[in-house]
């Protein structure tokens, strides 16, 4: 059973950051790929990030250059900074890992909202 607890989130003013944490049960580097998703109040829940086990990281173009995501190995951690927010990056944030055989694993969530 693969669970996945995210940490970080938080009310931020316009213009801050915060850093989210998405720490595995497994090893981050046997899944397929491992993202964050957001959910926005009354909207559909949308890719923001996602860093497969190879190639290059992906982002919706609302976040580049604003958004990292990143991975620790050793920890079994993810990671997605956030810079620059905006009241629009309000949501829930979820983790995902996509299992080598396609099954999809997600996080509990973790509230995310930009406000002055």
């Known amino acids: 059973q693969v669970q996945l607890v995210e940490s970080g989130g938080g009310l931020v003013q316009p213009g801050g950051s915060l850093r989210l944490s998405c720490a595995a049960s497994?090893?981050?580097?046997?899944?397929?790929?491992m993202a964050w998703h957001r959910q926005p109040p009354g909207k559909q829940r949308e890719l923001v990030a996602s860093?497969?086990?190879?190639?290059?990281?992906i982002y919706v173009d609302s976040v580049k250059g604003r958004f990292t995501i990143s991975r620790d190995i050793a920890k079994n951690t993810i990671y997605l900074q956030m810079n620059s927010l905006k009241p629009e990056d309000t949501a829930v944030y979820y983790c995902?890992?996509?299992?080598?055989?396609?099954?999809?694993?997600w996080g509990q969530g973790t509230q995310v909202t930009v406000s002055s």
């Open positions: 860093f497969p086990r190879y190639g290059s990281r």
């Open positions: 497994g090893s981050v580097f046997s899944f397929d790929a």
């Open positions: 995902n890992a996509r299992s080598v055989g396609g099954s999809q694993h």
